[in-house]
T-cell receptor, first 116, second 114 residues
Framework: GAVVSQHPSWVICKSGTSVKIECRSL??????MFWYRQFPKQSLMLMAT?????????EQGVEKDKFLINHASLTLSTLTVTSAHPEDSSFYIC????????????FGDGTRLSIL | ELKVEQNPLFLSMQEGKNYTIYCNYS?????LYWYRQDPGKSLESLFV?????AVKQEGRLMASLDTKARLSTLHITAAVHDLSATYFC??????????????FGQGTILTVHP
């Protein structure tokens, strides 16, 4: 149980394009989803927290106009990297959990984004 | 603000040897997680430790938690090559603006060689 699907797993695109990444909880209702970014050989850095039906909360230093997050249903959150540039190339990982504080986060398989 | 520090950051081990990875966290947290990450992959959950003195074991890995010392350890027994990966600990924020969020350690890159 507790499967989180992330799509696509790998995307390569030209600088200036926008890229959308989907995160779906397949067998549970995720009231809260998290988006992380991981650069090579570094730890996971939380970008934002999204709760179903409300605006995402962004961590300090993360541009909300650059990284658009939508959590329109209890099973789907999307991250759109707008006007992507090479410095946005990274591994993006989502996680999902039920709303209670103590519930564990279930991680997606990640999306490797490469901007040329 | 909760901070999580792991050490060592890099660990090269011979097969068959034992070693411990340490995870210190700076403020109160009731839940401590250990994850494994293989190259190019996402996180695989290994252990969740819920209370002081908790010990969990799975195969050659054993994790423990001392909430008074704010320390968790991941002990590797008789290492094998298949254990080569990056290991992360993460503590759950119990209050403040980061309530309910995970704070990750830097990760320990483990390489097990013959």
């Amino acid at each position: 149980g507790a499967v989180v699907s992330q799509h696509p797993s790998w995307v390569i695109c030209k600088s200036g394009t926008s890229v959308k990444i989907e995160c779906r909880s397949l067998d549970f209702q995720a009231t809260t989803m998290f988006w992380y970014r991981q650069f090579p050989k570094q730890s996971l850095m939380l970008m934002a927290t999204s709760n179903e039906g409300s605006k995402a909360t962004y961590e300090q230093g993360v541009e909300k106009d650059k990284f658009l997050i939508n959590h329109a249903s209890l099973t789907l959150s999307t991250l759109t990297v707008t006007s992507a540039h090479p410095e946005d190339s990274s591994f993006y990982i989502c996680s999902a959990k039920l709303g209670l504080w103590a519930q564990p986060q279930h991680f997606g398989d990640g999306t490797r984004l490469s901007i040329l | 603000e909760l901070k999580v520090e792991q050490n060592p950051l890099f660990l090269s081990m011979q097969e068959g040897k034992n070693y411990t990875i340490y995870c210190n966290y700076s403020t109160t947290s009731d839940r401590l997680y250990w994850y494994r990450q293989d190259p190019g992959k996402s996180l695989e959950s290994l252990f969740v430790l819920l209370s002081n003195g908790a010990v969990k074991q799975e195969g050659r890995l054993m994790a423990s938690l001392d909430t008074k010392a704010r320390l968790s350890t991941l002990h590797i027994t008789a290492a094998v090559h298949d254990l080569s990966a990056t290991y992360f600990c993460a503590a759950l924020n119990a209050g403040g603006t980061s309530y309910g969020k995970l704070t990750f350690g830097q990760g320990t890159i483990l390489t097990v060689h013959p």
